[in-house]
């Protein structure tokens, strides 16, 4: 049986939990919901396990705070055997407009402090990453308010549609591989 770690990105704790930057656990929060998984508090993180066809997937909310999210990966990787090309990180990302998609196999940590440091402990910047965009629409020096502001009400309408999509991208990852996954969800 194949085994897949996919981590998404937050903070823990409920003043972040609607915030942009924590599109990761929001995401993984919806696949949990809809097929009635439970997230259960273990070692640097929240974590459940989904099945489908064939695959298992371990679904991981690092419990470290985004800037430390590479000790979770790195251990859960790594108790559960699970080979780099098989992790998945999901991330928020301002330099794509919201709710668009883009699947990459390697690249930058793109300033993001969360990227940073899971690039720091697996020592390489080679790993998949699932950027969800959600726009630059702040003013200069505001940044760190949008990100972990919440949604806006145009964006919390839309969420739920983009949230099924990142779904189906993650099941794809899984059973289709990531360069046919690529395909048919970058840019969507």
Do not use: C
């Not at 985004?66 to 055997?81: D, I, P, R």
């Not at 983009?162 to 794809?172: C, G, M, P, Q, V």
């Amino acid at each position: 049986m194949k085994k897949f770690l996919i981590v998404g990105l937050g903070n823990i704790g409920e003043k972040y939990a609607n915030t942009r930057h924590n599109i990761g656990f929001k995401i993984l929060d919806h696949l949990a919901q809809k097929e009635t998984l439970t997230f259960e508090t273990q070692k640097l993180g929240d974590i459940t396990t989904y099945k489908f066809k064939g695959r298992t997937f371990i679904l991981l909310k690092p419990s470290t705070y985004m800037n430390l999210s590479g000790k979770a990966v790195q251990y859960w990787l790594t108790k559960e055997k699970i080979p780099l090309e098989n992790l998945l990180v999901i991330t928020d990302d301002l330099n794509l407009p919201f709710g668009s998609i883009r699947l990459k196999t390697k690249g930058s940590d793109g300033g993001h402090n969360g990227l940073k440091d899971i690039q720091d402990k697996l020592q390489t910047n080679k790993y998949n990453r699932f950027r969800f965009g959600i726009s630059n629409e702040f003013s200069k020096g505001k940044q760190i308010d949008y990100v972990l502001g919440d949604w806006n009400e145009d964006e919390s309408l839309k969420l739920p549609e983009r949230l099924n999509t990142s779904i189906e991208l993650i099941k794809s990852f899984g059973t289709a591989g990531v360069n046919n996954t690529m395909n048919s969800f970058n840019g969507k």
